[in-house]
């Protein structure tokens, strides 16, 4: 039993702990906004027939103030699909996303979230990523990305969470942090986001405040903005490039947390840019899930969003990745399919073919071994079986991709495959 005298101390050290809620940003300058034109170019040109993609990108849009109404249009109109026709399938933070898409910037489409009682959705589904969790070995349905994206529709939009359970789930020594046994950059940031919004919730009154369990929400953020920092690259990119936007969110948000010297906000931003201009975000999620670090935003101001700003000057872009007319030649590969039993074959494809254009081939030559299935996601196709064997969350199972026995950082659908590649599928445990 805590002393009631120690009470006034710990608020003490916990109000120096936090002594502001300032936030650092670095966001690309006015003078460098055609930088983007990647980015915008590829979210103006989507056709977003995938649900999540079309949240994930509305979300970011609204934030940075991109006031396009054809492109919100038909983006809602996607989003709108997927909750009246799909909403038993959605997962949690399929959902989440939804719910800040249509609440952010508080347009008229956030009665849609009343009208729908997608709150009240929202908390069953996290009860119901909870219980897995109870009844598999700590293994929720989906992801702690997914649980950390819940937490934040529901701290952002007045749902119902316990924050003794929050401080609880979300101890940075839970193994739901880590993916393939390395420290997941993407998960702790959202987390990162989550866990902030709820301290800002308790601090300002807006929810019963436990001394403890804010306690412990701090220290939490506290070892995971320092998780992530540890994953900084020597460009300034924080685990992959893909991963370098969420972590800049959460580390916009967690500035007290960190010295002014442990980041060169600058020197990320600046490498985000160069890789923006090489054309690796060319996947509409994947530039929605950059755009809104880049221009200083965070997932957390969705309830502040300053209209008419950011109101950038969009000169329609001009495509950038020009694939060269397809070269006749063809390249060969290794291909293999690794169980405890490694199966092997050669395969000739043309030149810029990509991972999954392998696989086919390989599936033509011969159905029993190299036969597979996957699933549309928002990122490209994902693999869910090889040879009849399903990946499966319960226990951690997936197809891993590798080359050369290096995990890739692209999916099937994206990466492009070079002569005397040696690829792989891998039945592995996150
Ligand atoms: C959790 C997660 C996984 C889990 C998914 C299973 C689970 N338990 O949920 C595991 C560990 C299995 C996984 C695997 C892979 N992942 Co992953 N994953 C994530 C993460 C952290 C969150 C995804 C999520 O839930 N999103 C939110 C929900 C609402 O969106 P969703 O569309 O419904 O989510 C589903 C898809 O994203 C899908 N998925 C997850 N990863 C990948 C990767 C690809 C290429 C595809 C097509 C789909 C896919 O699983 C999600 C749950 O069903 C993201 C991070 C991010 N920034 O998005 C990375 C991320 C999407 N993954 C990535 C990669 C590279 C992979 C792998 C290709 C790694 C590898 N070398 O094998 C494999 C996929 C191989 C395959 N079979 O096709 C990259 C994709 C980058 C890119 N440009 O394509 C990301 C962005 C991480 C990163 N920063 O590099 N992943
Ligand atoms: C708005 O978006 C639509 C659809 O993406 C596009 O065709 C149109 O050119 C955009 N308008 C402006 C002014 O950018
Ligand atoms: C928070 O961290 C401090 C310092 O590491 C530690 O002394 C304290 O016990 C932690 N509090 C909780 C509630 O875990
Ligand atoms: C927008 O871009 C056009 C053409 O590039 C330029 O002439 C105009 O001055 C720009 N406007 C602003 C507000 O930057
Ligand atoms: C494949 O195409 C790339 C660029 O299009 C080229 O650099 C490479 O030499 C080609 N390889 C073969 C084997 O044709
Ligand atoms: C496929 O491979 C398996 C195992 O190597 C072999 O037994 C089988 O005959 C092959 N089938 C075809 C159609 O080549
Ligand atoms: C592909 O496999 C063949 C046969 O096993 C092997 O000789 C060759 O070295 C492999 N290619 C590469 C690039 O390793």
């Given at each position: 039993?805590?002393?009631?005298?120690q009470?006034?101390?710990?608020?003490?050290?916990?109000?120096?702990?936090?002594?502001?809620?300032?936030?650092?940003?670095?966001e690309?300058?006015?003078?460098?906004y055609?930088?983007?034109n990647?980015?915008?170019?590829?979210?103006?040109?989507?056709?977003?027939?995938?649900?999540?993609?079309?949240?994930?990108t509305?979300?970011s849009?609204?934030?940075v103030?991109?006031?396009?109404?054809?492109?919100?249009?038909r983006?809602?109109?996607?989003?709108?699909?997927?909750?009246?026709r799909?909403?038993s399938d959605?997962?949690?933070?399929?959902?989440?996303?939804?719910?800040?898409?249509?609440?952010?910037?508080?347009?008229?489409?956030?009665?849609?979230?009343?009208?729908?009682?997608l709150?009240?959705?929202?908390?069953?589904?996290?009860?119901?990523?909870?219980?897995?969790?109870?009844?598999?070995?700590?293994?929720p349905?989906?992801n702690?990305?997914?649980?950390?994206?819940?937490?934040?529709?529901?701290?952002?939009?007045?749902?119902?969470?316990?924050?003794?359970?929050v401080?609880?789930l979300?101890?940075?020594?839970?193994?739901?942090y880590?993916?393939?046994?390395?420290?997941?950059?993407?998960t702790?940031?959202?987390?990162?986001?989550?866990l902030?919004?709820?301290?800002?919730?308790?601090?300002?009154?807006?929810?019963?405040?436990?001394?403890?369990?804010?306690?412990?929400?701090?220290?939490?953020?506290?070892?995971?903005?320092?998780?992530?920092?540890?994953?900084?690259?020597?460009?300034?990119?924080?685990?992959?490039?893909?991963s370098?936007g969420?972590?800049?969110?959460?580390?916009?948000?967690?500035?007290?947390?960190?010295q002014?010297?442990?980041?060169?906000c600058?020197?990320?931003?600046?490498?985000?840019?160069?890789?923006?201009?090489?054309?690796?975000?060319s996947?509409?999620i994947?530039?929605?899930?950059?755009?809104?670090?880049?221009?200083?935003?965070?997932?957390?101001?969705?309830n502040?969003?300053?209209?008419?700003?950011?109101?950038?000057?969009?000169s329609?872009?001009v495509?950038?990745?020009?694939?060269?007319?397809?070269?006749?030649?063809?390249?060969?590969?290794?291909?293999?399919?690794?169980?405890?039993?490694?199966?092997?074959?050669?395969?000739?494809?043309p030149?810029?073919?990509?991972f999954?254009?392998v696989?086919?081939?390989?599936?033509?030559q011969?159905?029993?071994?190299?036969?597979?299935?996957?699933?549309?996601s928002?990122?490209?196709?994902?693999?869910t079986?090889?040879?009849g064997?399903?990946?499966?969350?319960?226990?951690?199972?997936?197809?891993?991709?590798?080359?050369?026995?290096?995990?890739?950082?692209?999916?099937?659908?994206?990466?492009?495959?070079?002569?005397?590649d040696n690829?792989?599928?891998?039945?592995?445990?996150?």
């Amino acid at each position: 039993m805590r002393q009631p005298h120690q009470l006034p101390l710990v608020g003490l050290l916990l109000f120096s702990l936090i002594p502001s809620q300032l936030c650092e940003t670095c966001e690309v300058s006015k003078e460098k906004y055609f930088c983007l034109n990647p980015l915008l170019s590829t979210i103006f040109k989507s056709k977003y027939t995938r649900g999540t993609e079309a949240a994930n990108t509305l979300l970011s849009i609204r934030l940075v103030g991109i006031q396009n109404q054809t492109l919100q249009q038909r983006l809602l109109q996607q989003v709108r699909y997927n909750v009246e026709r799909k909403e038993s399938d959605l997962s949690s933070g399929q959902l989440a996303l939804i719910i800040m898409a249509l609440g952010a910037c508080h347009t008229h489409d956030e009665n849609f979230i009343y009208d729908y009682h997608l709150i009240s959705q929202l908390e069953n589904k996290f009860q119901a990523e909870i219980e897995n969790m109870g009844a598999h070995d700590g293994n929720p349905l989906t992801n702690y990305y997914q649980l950390s994206l819940d937490v934040l529709a529901l701290c952002l939009f007045s749902g119902s969470y316990s924050t003794t359970k929050v401080a609880e789930l979300f101890s940075p020594e839970n193994k739901n942090y880590y993916l393939g046994g390395q420290f997941s950059v993407d998960t702790g940031a959202m987390a990162i986001l989550a866990l902030t919004c709820v301290k800002r919730s308790l601090m300002s009154g807006q929810i019963r405040a436990d001394e403890k369990d804010l306690e412990r929400i701090n220290n939490h953020t506290q070892s995971l903005v320092k998780k992530i920092l540890s994953e900084k690259k020597g460009k300034g990119l924080i685990g992959n490039a893909f991963s370098t936007g969420n972590a800049m969110q959460a580390l916009f948000v967690s500035s007290d947390y960190y010295q002014e010297s442990d980041w060169d906000c600058q020197q990320t931003l600046n490498t985000v840019l160069k890789e923006i201009s090489r054309g690796v975000f060319s996947i509409p999620i994947a530039a929605a899930q950059i755009l809104p670090a880049v221009m200083g935003k965070t997932y957390l101001d969705v309830n502040s969003c300053v209209s008419g700003s950011g109101n950038f000057n969009i000169s329609i872009p001009v495509p950038v990745t020009v694939t060269p007319p397809n070269s006749p030649l063809y390249i060969s590969v290794n291909y293999s399919v690794r169980i405890s039993e490694t199966y092997f074959t050669h395969v000739t494809v043309p030149n810029g073919s990509v991972f999954l254009d392998v696989m086919e081939e390989a599936q033509k030559q011969n159905k029993t071994v190299f036969g597979f299935t996957m699933e549309e996601s928002e990122w490209g196709p994902y693999i869910t079986s090889v040879q009849g064997l399903r990946a499966n969350n319960n226990d951690r199972t997936y197809w891993e991709l590798l080359s050369g026995g290096k995990p890739l950082s692209q999916g099937v659908g994206s990466y492009i495959v070079h002569e005397g590649d040696n690829l792989e599928v891998r039945w592995s445990k996150y």
